[in-house]
């Protein structure tokens, strides 16, 4: 499966983002997505995941950082998962990842950048 994300850009703190990632092939639903952050300096890390089925039957998952502030969400039918981002701070500065996971995460997307003003 091939990934794009999109829908970074520069925010001030406080405001809101939604990112786009959007998945080729067929065998979307069959993966688990979540995604991914990047800040200058320091090392990847999980920011939320999402079960492979979309709607109301979805299980979400989020970093502690986050959680309460963003959501998950995907559309099978449009092959693609968004991360709503409210509430942004300047710690949330970073390049955002999305990835499908079969057993693991083994398929990226090439990262979109957020940047928030203070």
């Known amino acids: 499966v091939q990934l794009q994300a999109s829908g970074g850009g520069l925010v001030q703190a406080g405001g809101s983002l939604r990112l786009s990632c959007a998945a080729s092939?067929?065998?979307?639903?069959?993966?688990?997505m979540g995604w991914f952050r990047q800040a200058p300096g320091k090392e990847r890390e999980f920011v939320a995941g999402?079960?492979?089925?979309?709607?109301?039957?979805?299980?979400?998952y989020y970093a502690d950082s986050v959680k309460g502030r963003w959501t998950i969400s995907r559309d099978n039918a449009k092959n693609t998962v968004y991360l709503q981002m409210n509430s942004l701070k300047p710690e949330d500065t970073a390049v955002y990842y999305c990835?499908?996971?079969?057993?693991?995460?083994?398929?990226w997307g090439q990262g979109t950048l957020v940047t928030v003003s203070s």
């Open positions: 999402i079960s492979r089925s979309g709607g109301v039957t979805s299980s979400t």
């Open positions: 990835a499908a996971a079969g057993a693991a995460y083994d398929y």
């Open positions: 092939g067929r065998t979307f639903s069959t993966y688990i």
